[in-house]
């Protein structure tokens, strides 16, 4: 049970089939995409939570209506790519990083200026990395500290095509410069060091767009992308985030007594790469795929409690497990043996710096933890930990794993800032008690 922030013992373990809410990543591509998209887009499953609203503000300031954001099922009413306006205020995109990267993509070839900003965490976040290839291609770019930091602008300019070498995979910045090539003349190029989450791609795909991904040696992808007269997405369905489910599939899998299952979870690969980890570890484990040729696949993941063993996570493993990296480390916290993470330096730019953040929460727990430039070094207590109090740096993801921890440790913990949470899991606290309370209470 939770209670302002205490997260006590779940002691009969968590048992239960729940479902978690919509996909973050995919809940912001709708609304964003929908927005110029040609008439109206009915997205199912969105997931309303304070990130994801802040991108509905932001395209309503751009002119575009959306209805109903108040519940799962929103419908944005797109009116093209001329159909956005410039805003008349700054746009305050808050916490949400996904707004504050693809949102300057959408407005590139927009002949009006564009501001954005943020909280103090999204002030910190690096932005050279999308405005500079956007000047390239011939939109007109500002921002603090030499056009690397936020707040920004933008001027929508006459884009031609360039072909971009990406220095990290990164999502975000591909799904900028992919929607910045939509309007480009001539075929756009994202060169990928490694494989990245492909909601864009399929997103734009089903939309009509005409976009390529090829796989070279060595790792890299080669992503391409022909200018489109005009997006036509009808239905979007969302499902739930995969990212929110593995608190519960590590909560299970650490929690002795724990037999959990969580449905309608989005399942695409470039974002499982938790699943493979865990299972390296010796995770009790099972997925059942609903229809793999949906655009979106989904399924349910089955997990219970099992005692784990230390693993280590490569760098080209990374941005398939970017958002889980935190929970993992819990797990690994877990296992008997020493896990080693690395390359995962891009945690460092997140919410939060969180590989110190992480390295704190371990630390509060008795784990003895090392911390790399772009690592961690996790030497697991399969004993488990009393407990203790935790500081979540503002960052949802780390909240709910001190959330977790409480719930795995013999005494509770205690979390700074649970109102994070609802960033990305609105409904966390209510899940996890349902989860854990006894067979007859529920
Ligand atoms: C996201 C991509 C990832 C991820 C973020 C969401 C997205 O960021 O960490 O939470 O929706 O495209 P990077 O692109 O910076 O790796």
């Given at each position: 049970?939770?209670?302002?922030?205490?997260?006590?013992?779940?002691?009969?373990?968590?048992?239960?089939?729940?479902?978690?809410?919509?996909?973050?990543?995919?809940?912001?591509r709708?609304?964003?995409?929908?927005a110029?998209?040609?008439?109206?887009?009915?997205?199912?499953?969105?997931?309303?939570?304070?990130?994801?609203?802040?991108?509905?503000?932001?395209?309503?300031?751009?002119?575009?209506?959306?209805?109903?954001?108040?519940?799962?099922?929103?419908?944005?009413?797109?009116?093209?790519?001329?159909?956005?306006?410039?805003?008349?205020?700054?746009?305050?995109?808050?916490?949400?990083?996904?707004?504050?990267?693809?949102?300057p993509?959408?407005?590139?070839?927009?002949?009006?200026?564009?501001?954005?900003?943020?909280?103090?965490?999204?002030?910190?976040?690096?932005?050279?990395?999308?405005?500079?290839?956007?000047?390239?291609?011939?939109?007109?770019?500002?921002?603090?500290?030499?056009?690397?930091?936020?707040?920004?602008?933008?001027?929508?300019?006459?884009?031609?095509?360039?072909?971009?070498?990406?220095?990290?995979?990164?999502?975000?910045?591909?799904?900028?410069?992919?929607?910045?090539?939509?309007?480009?003349?001539?075929?756009?190029?994202?060169?990928?060091?490694?494989?990245?989450r492909?909601?864009?791609?399929?997103?734009?795909?089903?939309?009509?767009?005409?976009?390529?991904?090829?796989?070279?040696?060595g790792?890299?992808?080669?992503?391409?992308?022909?200018?489109?007269?005009?997006?036509?997405?009808?239905?979007?369905?969302?499902?739930?985030?995969?990212?929110?489910?593995?608190f519960?599939?590590?909560?299970?899998?650490?929690?002795p007594?724990?037999?959990?299952?969580?449905?309608?979870?989005?399942?695409?690969?470039?974002?499982?790469?938790?699943?493979?980890?865990?299972?390296?570890?010796?995770?009790?484990?099972?997925?059942?795929?609903?229809?793999?040729?949906?655009?979106?696949?989904?399924?349910?993941?089955h997990?219970?409690?099992?005692?784990?063993s230390?693993?280590?996570?490569?760098?080209?493993?990374?941005?398939?497990?970017?958002?889980?990296?935190?929970?993992?480390?819990?797990?690994?916290?877990?296992?008997?043996?020493?896990?080693?993470?690395?390359g995962?330096g891009?945690?460092r730019?997140?919410?939060?710096?969180?590989?110190?953040?992480?390295?704190?929460?371990?630390?509060?727990?008795?784990?003895?933890?090392?911390?790399?430039?772009?690592?961690?070094?996790?030497?697991?207590?399969?004993?488990?930990?009393t407990?203790?109090?935790?500081?979540?740096?503002?960052?949802?993801?780390?909240?709910?794993?001190?959330?977790?921890?409480?719930?795995?440790?013999?005494?509770?913990?205690?979390?700074?800032?649970?109102?994070?949470?609802?960033?990305?899991?609105?409904?966390?606290?209510?899940?996890?008690?349902?989860?854990?309370?006894?067979?007859?209470?529920?």
């Amino acid at each position: 049970m939770s209670f302002h922030g205490f997260f006590q013992p779940a002691a009969e373990g968590l048992r239960g089939v729940v479902e978690v809410p919509g996909d973050k990543s995919i809940s912001h591509r709708s609304i964003l995409f929908g927005a110029v998209s040609e008439g109206s887009v009915v997205v199912n499953g969105f997931l309303r939570s304070a990130d994801t609203l802040a991108t509905v503000d932001a395209v309503r300031a751009l002119g575009v209506s959306v209805e109903s954001p108040e519940s799962g099922c929103v419908v944005v009413h797109g009116g093209g790519w001329e159909g956005l306006r410039e805003p008349e205020d700054v746009i305050d995109v808050r916490n949400a990083g996904t707004l504050m990267r693809l949102l300057p993509g959408l407005v590139a070839a927009s002949p009006f200026l564009t501001v954005l900003t943020g909280d103090e965490s999204i002030r910190r976040r690096p932005m050279s990395r999308v405005l500079r290839p956007l000047e390239a291609m011939g939109a007109r770019v500002w921002g603090r500290a030499r056009n690397s930091l936020p707040p920004v602008g933008i001027i929508g300019g006459s884009l031609h095509a360039c072909e971009h070498h990406l220095p990290v995979a990164s999502a975000q910045v591909k799904s900028c410069l992919l929607l910045a090539g939509l309007r480009a003349s001539g075929v756009t190029v994202v060169v990928e060091p490694g494989v990245s989450r492909d909601h864009t791609e399929r997103l734009l795909l089903s939309g009509g767009a005409r976009i390529q991904r090829i796989a070279e040696v060595g790792g890299s992808v080669r992503i391409t992308v022909e200018p489109l007269e005009a997006l036509s997405l009808s239905e979007i369905t969302v499902p739930g985030d995969f990212s929110s489910a593995a608190f519960l599939i590590v909560a299970a899998l650490i929690i002795p007594g724990s037999a959990l299952t969580v449905e309608k979870v989005g399942l695409n690969p470039t974002r499982t790469g938790l699943l493979a980890v865990l299972e390296r570890m010796g995770a009790h484990l099972s997925v059942s795929s609903y229809d793999s040729l949906a655009p979106e696949p989904t399924g349910a993941v089955h997990a219970e409690h099992r005692a784990l063993s230390a693993t280590d996570v490569t760098p080209e493993e990374v941005p398939l497990l970017i958002d889980e990296l935190p929970v993992w480390a819990l797990a690994a916290a877990k296992a008997s043996g020493t896990s080693r993470l690395r390359g995962a330096g891009e945690l460092r730019v997140k919410e939060s710096d969180r590989l110190a953040a992480v390295a704190e929460v371990l630390r509060a727990l008795g784990v003895r933890v090392t911390e790399y430039d772009d690592g961690l070094d996790i030497v697991g207590r399969p004993e488990g930990w009393t407990g203790g109090a935790i500081r979540a740096h503002g960052d949802h993801r780390l909240a709910m794993v001190g959330a977790t921890a409480g719930l795995a440790s013999s005494e509770g913990v205690h979390v700074d800032d649970v109102a994070c949470i609802d960033v990305s899991f609105p409904g966390f606290a209510g899940t996890m008690d349902l989860l854990s309370s006894p067979e007859g209470d529920r």
